[in-house]
């Protein structure tokens, strides 16, 4: 009996245990709805308190950050006035001190230097500032669709400006650019691809009319390049930048186009008007090798060294050489720049393409290109008498090669006045002056083709001493030939009488 009522005891003990655990299993697999008691929702509600006063502690953090920043940037800007106004007054006083005593010739471009210094300083400051202020606050160029410019000084550029206007008058421009306003719209048209920039976020690109006219205005002025800054309103190195940057255009994209070797076509029209001009056949070019004055390198100055030019001078010089060759109007046909001025004309002959392409290649088989007294006798190179005790032929014929000499010499002589840069020693490096060189002819080229009249004034009388060859008959075949020209001259009644 008593095992009996255990065992009822036990069972019913064992439903209530089960009973419990069915609830607890109902509660979390959410079978049966309960109803949260009182603690829960007050710890719900504590939980969203704590993080939305986290959140605000946050965001007081951020602005005590952000007004720290304009606290510091505003400070750093106040320090930045504080010391521009102090340096200002500084050299304002003794500015003063040295005019008071009479010394301001020797101090004041110094103190004056220092000020602009000192204001540049601060602006550049200044600017730096505000950007870094925009950045932080967000209101900057970005923000607000307005552009960044960089500081750049204020420049007059009126004289340009007059210059570039349609009705500017037409002699006044070409006394300036040496050259008619229709050429030089074609040179910037021929030139546009290659030097025009885009503009940017910092600043506008300079138009290619005005780098043109840099360049042209520098090469034919000579000028210094701080004169050029202030004529066209721009820095002394961007001027310097410019000038290089077209020159280089100008050989890259014109000297293909406007310096070539004529066609047979062209090579038949220049025979015929040289030989109506001196009797002498066959004749397709008048050479002349001329040296423009530089300044002594820094290396192999002894190569550079125009021992010729300083003993007629009386002055130091070292040169460069321009070796061309020239048709009858005056236009070059072949150039060999950049040899040093201490080399004869034969030895730039024999470095020359020119002479590879005639030794060589045949290029010049059958004509003749007349040289001077400083070229050697060629197969191809047509050189006058230069023995003593000439004969009534050979001063003929002299008389007639200096005709056709005449040519490449007035050339060169409208080259070096149009452009009188070519005149004195120029501010270009070593390395840069081929480059310059040869805008230049390109640019006399484009002149002469287009019949630019040049004034009597600005033309060069060119003067370049001629040092016979130590080898000056190099072709027997040549001399004959010579030989034949001469009496045929005399014979024929072409020759004239000014020798006698």
């Known amino acids: 009996m008593k095992a009996a009522v255990f065992r009822n005891e036990a069972g019913d003990e064992e439903e209530e245990e089960e009973e419990e655990e069915e609830s607890v299993c109902n509660v979390f697999d959410g079978d049966v709805e309960t109803t949260p008691s ?38 750093l800007q106040s320090s930045y006035r504080k010391r521009a106004r102090t340096m200002s007054e500084y050299y304002s006083d003794l500015n003063a001190h040295y005019e008071e005593n009479g010394d301001i010739k020797t101090k004041k471009p110094r103190a004056s230097r220092a000020s602009r210094a000192v204001a540049c300083v601060s602006a550049a400051a200044t600017e730096c500032s505000e950007m870094e202020s925009s950045e ?53 048209d021929e030139l546009n691809a290659a030097v025009a920039k885009e503009d940017t976020a910092l600043r506008n690109a300079i138009p290619v009319r005005q780098r043109v006219a840099v360049c042209i205005w520098r090469l ?36 293909p186009k406007y310096l070539q070797w004529p066609d047979d076509e062209s090579l038949r029209s220049i025979r015929e008007t040289y030989e109506s001009m001196s009797g002498i056949p066959n004749v397709v070019g008048s050479m002349y090798t001329t040296h423009v004055p530089i300044i002594a390198p820094k290396i192999s100055v002894a190569a ?50 020119l002479y590879q392409r005639a030794n060589n290649g045949g290029l010049l088989k059958g004509l003749w290109v007349a040289g ?48 009188a840069c070519l005149q004195k020693r120029t501010e270009v490096k070593l390395q ?69």
Not at 42 to 70: I, Y
Not at 437 to 453: F, P, Q, S, T, Y
Not at 468 to 473: D, G, I, R, S, T
Request: net charge neutral.
């Open 38 to 75: 009182h603690d829960t929702k007050n710890n719900l509600k504590g939980f969203f308190t704590s993080l939305l006063l986290m959140e605000e502690h946050e965001k007081q953090d951020q602005e005590a950050r952000s007004a720290a920043s304009r606290r510091e940037l505003s400070e």
């Open 304 to 353: 550079y060294f125009n021992k010729r030019h300083t003993e007629r001078n009386q002055k130091t010089s070292y040169s460069i050489t321009i070796q061309a060759v020239v048709n009858p109007r005056g236009v070059f046909t072949d150039l060999c720049i950049g040899w040093p001025g201490s080399m004869s004309d034969d030895k730039v002959l024999e470095k020359s393409l």
């Open 372 to 419: 001077g007294a400083g070229h050697p006798l060629l197969d191809w190179v047509l050189v006058p008498y230069t023995q003593h005790n000439l004969t009534w032929t050979q001063h003929a014929f002299n008389e007639k090669m200096s005709e056709v000499q005449r040519v490449a010499k007035e050339a060169f002589g409208r080259l070096k006045g149009r452009w």
């Open 136 to 188: 932080i606050t967000g209101s900057g160029s970005i923000g607000t669709g307005q552009q960044r410019r960089l500081w750049v000084k204020d420049r007059s550029r009126a004289w340009w400006e007059e210059c570039n206007r349609s009705d500017y008058p037409e002699e006044d421009f070409k006394k300036a650019f040496r050259m008619s306003k229709s050429t030089f719209e074609l040179i910037c």
């Open 432 to 500: 840069d002056l081929p480059t310059v060189l040869g805008a230049c002819c390109v640019l006399h080229n484009i002149c002469e083709m287009r019949d630019e009249k040049m004034e009597r004034e600005l033309m060069v009388e060119v003067v370049d001493d001629e040092v016979l060859p130590e080898n000056a008959l190099r072709s027997v075949s040549a001399m004959k030939a010579r030989d034949s020209i001469s009496h045929n001259l005399l014979h024929h009644g072409l020759a004239g009488t000014s020798f006698l």
């Open 220 to 255: 034919a002025t000579g000028e210094p390049l701080r004169l050029v800054s202030k004529k066209f309103g721009l820095g002394i190195s961007t001027c310097h930048k410019l000038v290089l940057e077209v020159c280089k255009a100008i050989k890259d994209v014109l000297m």
